[in-house]
């Protein structure tokens, strides 16, 4: 027979052996694990939506807290489900008021998300992959290979863990100190455009977290062909991020400029759904001494616009060790800043934030690599030795 177990140690055995994760699921998905727990088809849309809520509107990190849902029904659902968030690893604080988390979610997949505060406005920048696979060659992201995409929940999960932070709950709350999110950390969210779209369909939700569309802004260094998709099924703000107009120096600076090259890569804007003067889009530009930042770039760069409502977000370049390029002097920025600005668009200069912890653009970087799948089983091995152990512990 076996031997009796304390409840403790049946929580910790069940825990191992994965329940779901409800945060992250589309509705849809949420819906069928309902049913595929016996949650009656006539009560799953409701209990979902009461899910839905308490999850997205309330942060409801336990089922236990769910006080509107009977005790029976969330004890089922403590047995088959978990609401998980990627775990905080370290949370600093800049001198200007900058947060940079580093998360974690299974055994070696580390990933930043920043909070920039602003008078008025919080931005929250958050990941799309561990590592990247696009080599910018000013990115500090860049040196680090991709390790694998975000999931939905990892995406979401960012979202979720900076608003728990920030006091921002319930999410119906005024004076919220996220107002905006950006796509804008590491990774190409294009080369990971269903967890990506999935996740801003949650961000998005009226019902839940509550982001409009319009305050969500996606970056891509040139994704083309997945551009207008990017419009029409995530409906969110579109950056570029196009540091030069000049082919022969886009191709050294963001390589995929080899492959999508700059007319298909402005056309592609041109054609952006949804564009229009109310809803410009953002070309980023980084400003490389020497590089990028003459005078004659700046009148070329508003000749290659011509014609698509743009803003244009000149960013100083932020150093990180061992990168092989220069800020531009300050004074060369403002004289850049000052045609652009001449040729009607709006240019404003990027003010650095959170440098002093690493946080700025281009400044991202989690330690982990890509294992072996030999190396990975190894890990997950140690990792699961090291809760059966904790199970083993007395309550
Ligand atoms: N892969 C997407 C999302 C990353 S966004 C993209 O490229 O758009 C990060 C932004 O910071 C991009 O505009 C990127 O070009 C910019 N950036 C990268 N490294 C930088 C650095 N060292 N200094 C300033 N900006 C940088």
């Known amino acids: 027979m076996a031997p009796a ?3 403790s140690a049946r ?9 779901t994760n409800l945060v992250g699921l589309a509705p849809a998905e949420l819906h069928a694990a309902l049913l595929a727990v016996g949650v009656p088809d006539k009560a799953a849309a409701m209990r979902a939506r009461q899910l839905w809520n308490w999850i997205y509107v309330h942060g409801a990190r336990d089922f236990g807290a769910m006080t509107n849902l009977a005790k029976d029904f969330r004890a089922k659902m403590a047995e088959s489900f978990v609401l998980e968030r990627p775990q905080v690893v370290t949370e600093q604080i800049s001198n200007d008021g900058t947060r940079k988390w580093l998360l974690r979610t299974d055994p070696g997949i ?4 920043v909070f920039i505060p602003e008078p008025g406005r919080g931005t929250l920048c958050i990941s799309s992959q561990v590592g990247c696979t696009l080599n910018c060659r000013f990115c500090h992201t860049g040196t680090q290979k991709l390790v694998r995409n975000l999931t939905p929940s990892e995406i ?10 920030l006091g921002d709950w319930p999410s119906t709350k005024e004076n919220r100190r996220i107002t905006n999110v950006v796509l804008m950390g590491m990774g190409e969210p294009l080369y990971n455009f269903d967890n990506v779209r999935q996740a801003m369909a949650l961000v998005s939700d009226g019902d839940g977290l509550a982001f409009s569309k319009r305050r969500i802004t996606l970056s891509t260094a040139g994704v083309v062909p997945m551009i207008a998709r990017a419009g029409h099924e995530i409906g969110c703000s579109l950056a570029i991020s196009l540091h030069s107009v000049r082919d022969e120096v886009r191709d050294v600076i963001v390589p995929i400029n080899r492959k999508y090259p700059l007319r298909e890569l402005l056309a592609a804007c041109r054609a952006y759904p949804g564009v229009s003067n109310a809803r410009r889009i953002t070309f980023e530009y980084v400003m490389l001494k ?3 930042d003459s005078l004659a770039d700046a009148r070329e760069l508003v000749r290659a616009i011509r014609g698509i409502p743009a803003k244009i977000n000149l960013i100083p370049f932020n150093p990180w060790p061992g990168a092989p390029y220069e800020c531009s002097d300050w004074e060369q920025i403002e004289k850049f800043a000052e045609i652009v600005n001449r040729a009607g668009y709006a240019s404003p200069v990027r003010t650095p934030r959170g440098r002093d912890i690493m946080a700025a653009c281009g400044q991202l970087k989690s ?3 890509k294992l072996r799948a030999s190396e990975r089983a190894a890990a997950e091995t140690l990792a699961q030795m090291r809760s059966d152990e904790l199970a083993r512990l007395p309550s």
């Not at 979401?156 to 932070?165: C, Y």
Request: charged residues 30%; glycine residues 6%; hydrophobic residues 40%.
């Open 156 to 165: 979401v999960g960012q979202v979720v863990i900076a608003r728990e932070a």
């Open 367 to 369: 330690e982990s690599v």
């Open 110 to 113: 580390e990933f930043e998300t």
């Open 5 to 7: 177990m304390s409840s």
């Open 290 to 292: 020497g590089v990028n």
């Open 11 to 19: 929580d910790k055995i069940s825990e191992m052996t994965k329940r």
